[in-house]
């Protein structure tokens, strides 16, 4: 079944350490994305990345970094300088290609809690 | 810039009741617009959409039209039931460029009671 992946589902994290989030999708997608979502509130965009070896900066990168050396995978860290970073985590991928708009497919999440 | 606005929840309603959830949007241009749903501890799933004025996207007895004239894309249902309850997101995108991307709105909670 086509679809995106993240793992893990829970990820529990000592304050200062640096944590990797994956994110795999076998959708054939061009564009991958990364969301925050803090509780009672919306999405927010860390990083994107269009095509391979290439990303861009979303409204709340500071403190995380991605890589994008594959089409099918987008693994985003998380770093000991992000200041509140116990959040949940929605990696999404979706088509560029066709000339028109296509929604974006989304990962079950990941819930992050630093202790 | 581009936005979107949704009316705040958390909405709670009786099973069988009609819902209306509002959204507005501004943007420049034209958007493509789409409600998602987010249940309890999952990501988001597609609703329905729509890419152009007038269009009606509808899906598991969700509605929603796209309306250039009032900026709007209300999601409605003509009888909820109780495993409708979960987080609605309204969103809009523009047509593709290098830098487009999705915007969202804050979310509706909804409580459906049985």
């Known amino acids: 079944d086509g679809g995106i992946t993240q793992s893990p589902k829970y990820l529990f994290r000592k304050e200062g350490q640096n944590v990797t989030l994956s994110c795999e999708q076998n959708?054939?997608?061009?564009?991958m994305y990364w969301y925050r979502q803090d509780p009672g509130q919306g999405l927010r965009l860390i990083y994107y990345?269009?095509?391979?070896?290439?990303?861009q900066k979303g409204d709340i990168a500071e403190g995380y970094s991605v890589s994008r050396e594959k089409k099918e995978s987008f693994p985003l860290t998380v770093t000991s300088a992000q200041k509140n970073p116990t959040a949940f985590y929605l990696c999404a991928s979706r088509w560029t290609s066709g000339g028109g708009f296509n929604e974006q497919f989304f990962g079950p999440g990941t819930r992050l809690t630093v202790l | 810039g581009d936005s979107v606005t949704q009316m705040e929840g958390p909405v709670t309603l009786s099973e069988e009741a009609f819902l209306t959830i509002n959204c507005t949007y501004t943007a420049t241009g034209y958007p493509s617009l789409f409600w998602y749903v987010q249940y309890p501890g999952e990501g988001l799933q597609l609703l329905l959409k729509a890419t152009k004025a007038d269009d009606k996207g509808s899906n598991k007895g969700f509605e929603a039209t796209y309306r250039k004239e009032t900026t709007s894309f209300h999601l409605e249902k003509g009888s909820v039931q109780v495993s409708d309850s979960a987080v609605y997101f309204c969103?809009?995108?523009?047509?593709?460029?290098?830098?487009?991307?999705?915007?969202f709105g804050k979310g509706t909670r909804l409580h459906i009671l049985p």
């Open positions: 969103a809009l995108s523009k047509l593709m460029n290098r830098d487009d991307k999705i915007i």
């Open positions: 990345s269009q095509i391979v070896n290439d990303f």
């Open positions: 959708l054939n997608h061009d564009a």
